[in-house]
């Protein structure tokens, strides 16, 4: 594998359910981060871990609580999700800090609250 | 409020002209700006960034441009091809983790 990778590409989830996304980086990076994209919105930045401590925390709802074990592995982990919460939710990584900017992307979560 | 925008939801260009995505800024504090494209079904794939304290950044058929004072920065595409057509977003930050992006403007490039 290479790149970001994230799975599953598709989650379709009631209400009540419980369900996580995962991430994986085989860039050597070690800043992580989610993202949420709703249709005609920008992505909008949820969670950033830099060296597997969170740095930012975007007034993300309870019902998303995220993970990071390891610089490699990032998980979001839903609850009580709400029909509003459906959207695209990417993973990206980069290097930290002073090094470089540039973030790169998994292919999304394409996720479905019914 | 929207910090940084992209207020052309969607361009048409014919093969082999110049294809020119215009974002525009609020913050006067961002000091990094970025360029990606999206293909369906892809997350966002890194195209070109320029610094604040530059003012143009070139890579092959793609240049971006930054004029501060205008808040304004363009990416220009030289020559468009087929494969160049896919959602255009461009981002900014201040230095720290959080980037900002615009809403993305469609490009269609026709044979």
């Known amino acids: 594998e290479t790149g970001v990778t994230q799975t599953p590409r598709h989650l379709v989830m009631g209400m009540t359910n419980k369900k996580s996304l995962k991430c994986e980086q085989h860039l050597g990076h070690n800043a992580m981060y989610w993202y949420k994209q709703s249709a005609k919105k920008p992505l909008e930045l949820m969670f950033v871990y830099s060296l597997e401590e969170r740095v930012e925390n975007n007034s993300v709802p309870s019902r998303f609580s995220p993970e990071c074990p390891n610089s490699s592995h990032l998980f979001l982990h839903l609850h009580t999700l709400q029909p509003e919460d459906s959207a695209l939710y990417l993973c990206a990584s980069s290097q930290s800090r002073g090094l470089a900017y540039e973030q790169y992307f998994g292919p999304g979560t394409r996720l479905t609250v019914t | 409020d929207q910090q940084v925008k992209q207020n052309s939801p969607s361009l048409s260009v014919q093969e082999g002209r110049i294809s020119i995505l215009n974002c525009d800024y609020t913050?006067?504090?961002?000091?990094?700006f970025l360029w990606y494209k999206k293909y369906p079904a892809e997350g966002p794939t890194f195209l070109i960034s320029?610094?604040?304290?530059?003012d143009k950044n070139e890579d092959g058929r793609f240049t971006v441009f930054l004029n501060k004072s205008a808040k304004h920065l363009s990416l220009h595409i030289v020559p468009s091809q087929p494969g160049d057509s896919a959602v255009y977003f461009c981002?900014?930050?201040?230095?720290?983790?959080?980037?900002?992006f615009g809403t993305g403007t469609r490009l269609k490039v026709l044979a």
């Open positions: 981002a900014a930050t201040t230095g720290t983790y959080k980037y900002i």
């Open positions: 320029i610094s604040s304290i530059k």
């Open positions: 913050n006067s504090m961002f000091d990094y």
